[in-house]
């Protein structure tokens, strides 16, 4: 079983900085794909960034590109994403994800593990 945990979220003021974390534990492969997706209130859960096994492959969504910074550290079988110029319209519930299949993945059905997500607010 592959759990995640999230970490790394809080309160900003627009323009400034966040750097999230999620630490995968249980058998987790390298190759595995690893995304962010985020939620935010009365919305439908929307995708941020993914990272393949090697740091060479990434996805941004259009939204977070330029701002956003997804890495990860296969040795520790973690993920994060460094956000920055961050805005009011970014404030979510930011949930890691964890998909079995080597790809770069933009839908929420093509994860098959996800964390309990961290709250992200930025004020104006």
């Known amino acids: 079983q592959v759990q995640l945990v999230e970490s790394g979220g809080g309160l900003v003021q627009a323009g400034g900085s966040l750097r999230l974390s999620c630490a995968a534990s249980?058998?987790?492969?390298?190759?595995?794909?690893m995304g962010w997706f985020r939620q935010a209130p009365g919305k439908a859960r929307e995708f941020a960034a993914a990272?393949?096994?090697?740091?060479?492959?990434?996805y941004y969504a259009n939204s977070v590109k330029g701002r956003f910074t997804i890495s990860r550290d296969n040795a520790k079988n973690t993920v994060y994403l460094q956000m920055s110029s961050l805005k009011p319209e970014d404030t979510a519930v930011y949930y890691c994800?964890?998909?079995?299949?080597?790809?770069?993945?933009?839908?929420?059905?093509?994860?098959?593990?996800w964390g309990q997500g961290t709250q992200v607010t930025v004020s104006s």
């Open positions: 994800a964890i998909s079995s299949v080597a790809g770069i993945y933009s839908r929420a059905q093509d994860y098959d593990w």
């Open positions: 990272i393949g096994w090697t740091n060479a492959n990434i």
């Open positions: 249980g058998r987790i492969l390298s190759t595995y794909t």
